[in-house]
């Protein structure tokens, strides 16, 4: 072989931002700064990777096809599936075609292309990764004397980012805890894919749209579910049951209404009830109470032409010490009775209507019967009980009339003195016994 020429000055800088002088190799005529041919032959200036999810390349050797690798990487035209590229001892890369072993001092920069349109390159030094998205490219440097052997990626610290079109995430956190600054959406919907957690005392405000919580719906241990208490806002639930575990207070003139037109129930606890305001009972509706004492500690009022019945059974009405006044007909129900306390001084007086006593009729112990001074009228036979006697006020005028039967005196018989015993003119007998007849 005829030795080579001497690199010409021009040569000596090719490659200048290594900032040395390179040395004299075998190597294809100059190329334009940003054209590279594409291929995994020595004179490629771009390599073409393999369809092969995982390919890695340790360019301080001969790596790429048995040659020493180009600074720059790209897909293939077919593409099917993810690839993962890496690139190793970068800090070493062979400089020059062919296999020489010389290595490069300075820091240079790598071109990662990826031209597909729907995978994903993912380059990594061991330490380092980045993901080139589809139908896009990357620049990033290696350097000879940190020894690092590392990609230097672009930062992802930027000062300001504007985004004129669309941003996807593929993976990987979005991480804003350590700021101080606001967080705007668009005006577009917003839609967040996993679990979202408002951090130590911070708040959550809705604008004034419908908000609409879509699941269960759990507030913590000890916190409040409020309501703005000047507003005119309304709560409203839907038709599965509501369990409210805690007191539950409404506001001073207030209502707790439900639907008049609706066949809901009403049902409390156990405990007291009680009821500060009117109660009314709509309509035909009814009160039923349950088994035990019901004290009505206010004056009861039966509505006009209403009824207060008691169920056919063995129970008992009881008033108190005041007046009781019936104001209509009072019927005692057959075989039943109209008792006062045989031991009380009560009274008993009726109207001036007819008294009809349809039972025998006893007056106990030593009590009187007394009459007004209006005729009495016996209509069956009356019999004075033994050593009991039948008299009239000595001091008055009154008569004593019998009927036209038999009357028989059973014991002595005596005239006042000054009064007669007469017998009217007519064919009547007087007959004595067998007695002494004595005529004064």
């Not at 839609?191 to 419908?210: H, L, Q, R």
């Not at 599965?240 to 805690?246: D, H, M, P, Q, T």
């Not at 707790?256 to 009117?278: E, I, P, R």
């Not at 008569?399 to 003119?425: E, P, Q, W, Y």
């Amino acid at each position: 072989k005829q030795a080579a020429p001497r690199a010409s000055s021009l040569d000596q800088v090719i490659g200048s931002q290594f900032q040395h002088e390179l040395p004299h190799v075998n190597r294809a005529p100059p190329r334009q700064l940003g054209l590279f041919t594409v291929g995994q032959s020595s004179g490629s200036g771009c390599y073409n990777l393999a369809d092969t999810s995982a390919q890695t390349f340790d360019v301080s050797t001969a790596a790429c096809n048995s040659v020493n690798c180009p600074s720059c990487f790209i897909t293939p035209t077919s593409v099917s599936h993810d690839i993962t590229l890496t690139i190793s001892n970068c800090g070493s890369h062979r400089w020059g075609i062919g296999t020489s072993s010389t290595t490069r001092s300075g820091v240079w920069a790598y071109t990662f292309i990826n031209r597909h349109f729907t995978r994903a390159v993912s380059v990594t030094d061991g330490t380092n990764s980045y993901t080139v998205p589809t139908k896009s490219h990357i620049v990033a440097y290696c350097d000879s004397a940190s020894g690092l052997n590392q990609l230097l990626f672009p930062s992802s610290q930027v000062p300001t980012l504007t985004v004129e079109s669309g941003l996807t995430v593929q993976a990987g956190t979005i991480d804003f805890s350590t700021s101080t600054g606001a967080f705007s959406t668009s005006t577009g919907a917003v839609t967040i894919g996993g679990d979202t957690t408002i951090s130590g005392a911070k708040t959550f405000t809705s604008g004034t749209g419908a908000v609409s919580l879509a699941g269960d719906v759990t507030v913590a241990t000890g916190k409040n579910l409020h309501m703005v208490n000047s507003g005119a806002g309304t709560f409203q639930t839907g038709t599965g049951v509501i369990s409210l575990n805690g007191h539950t207070t409404v506001a001073a003139g207030m209502n707790l209404h439900m639907t008049s037109s609706g066949s809901g129930t009403f049902q409390t606890g156990t405990g007291t009830v009680t009821l500060n305001g009117d109660t009314s009972i709509t309509s035909a509706k009814t009160f039923t109470s349950g088994t035990g004492a019901v004290s009505l500690a206010g004056d009861v009022t039966v509505a006009a032409a209403k009824n207060l019945h008691m169920a056919a059974g063995s129970g008992t009405f009881q008033t108190g010490t005041g007046i009781i006044t019936l104001n209509g007909h009072t019927t005692v129900a057959s075989g039943m009775n109209l008792h006062m306390t045989s031991s009380g001084a009560g009274t008993f007086q009726t109207g001036t209507g007819t008294i009809t006593l349809n039972g025998a009729t006893t007056i106990a112990s030593t009590n009187t019967f007394t009459t007004g001074t209006g005729t009495v009228s016996l209509a069956g036979d009356v019999s004075v009980a033994a050593n009991r006697n039948l008299a009239m006020n000595a001091g008055g005028t009154g008569a004593f009339t019998t009927g036209t039967g038999s009357v028989t005196l059973n014991g002595d018989t005596t005239v006042a003195a000054g009064k007669d015993l007469l017998m009217t003119s007519g064919a009547g007998a007087f007959q004595s016994g067998t007695g002494t007849v004595t005529l004064n």
